[in-house]
T-cell receptor, first 115, second 115 residues
Framework: AQKITQTQPGMFVQEKEAVTLDCTYD???????LFWYKQPSSGEMIFLIY??????QNATEGRYSLNFQKARKSANLVISASQLGDSAMYFC????????????FGKGITLSVRP | EPEVTQTPSHQVTQMGQEVILRCVPI?????FYWYRQILGQKVEFLVS????????KSEIFDDQFSVERPDGSNFTLKIRSTKLEDSAMYFC?????????????FGDGTRLSIL
């Protein structure tokens, strides 16, 4: 079974509007972390935001926030006030127990911001 | 802000040749990783490295792959006899010790093209 599922096809959003990128995950580990990375067309991987499984509050980082619903095993990324530079591929990833354990990535979602 | 650096940015190699991809992790990080991303696909874990030894490796990381930390700063991935299917973007990442909520910081990647 897939551990990280990102099923949305390419997403489009109007500049200055908010957009939600979906991510569901599957784990039996009670301790895990969820990460979102942005990959622009130039190819680099940019860390955006982190949510821990025991965190009581949803993570926020500037225009990025994470809608974490633990019972539903979802960790959706919300981007507010979209900018043209937000056009990129967005990957959700999970790390299970162990400080050095690997990241498991979803297949990514392409976001295009329209002017 | 400190960053992970990877060289070269693009490597073109004949099938069957050996290739070494180089990475300089962030200086106070102790955990190191290699991932690969075949064009248009998701990011896949290859190997993690801590305390001068491999912590975990994936099924992809077979006998033709090896990693090394030859000095205090570099972290290398060697592919002994390259195949066409090794063509991909290879990412090096590093993270701080102790806490699993620390993100893995990625380099900009090396695009490997096997002819």
């Amino acid at each position: 079974a897939q551990k990280i599922t990102q099923t949305q096809p390419g997403m489009f959003v109007q500049e200055k509007e908010a957009v939600t990128l979906d991510c569901t995950y599957d784990t039996s580990d009670p301790s895990y972390g969820l990460f979102w990375y942005k990959q622009p067309s130039s190819g680099e991987m940019i860390f955006l935001i982190y949510q821990g499984s025991y965190d009581q509050q949803n993570a926020t980082e500037g225009r990025y926030s994470l809608n974490f619903q633990k019972a539903r095993k979802s960790a959706n990324l919300v981007i507010s006030a979209s900018q043209l530079g937000d056009s990129a591929m967005y990957f959700c990833a999970m790390r299970e127990t162990g400080a050095n354990s690997k990241l498991t990535f979803g297949k990514g979602i392409t976001l295009s911001v329209r002017p | 802000e400190p960053e992970v650096t990877q060289t070269p940015s693009h490597q073109v190699t004949q099938m069957g040749q050996e290739v070494i991809l180089r990475c300089v992790p962030i200086s106070n990080h102790l955990y190191f990783y290699w991932y690969r991303q075949i064009l248009g696909q998701k990011v896949e874990f290859l190997v993690s490295f801590y305390n001068n030894e491999i912590s975990e490796k994936s099924e992809i990381f077979d006998d033709q792959f090896s990693v090394e930390r030859p000095d205090g700063s570099n972290f290398t991935l060697k592919i002994r006899s390259t195949k066409l299917e090794d063509s991909a973007m290879y990412f090096c990442a590093s993270s701080e010790p102790l806490y699993s909520n620390q993100p893995q910081h990625f380099g900009d990647g090396t695009r490997l093209s096997i002819l």
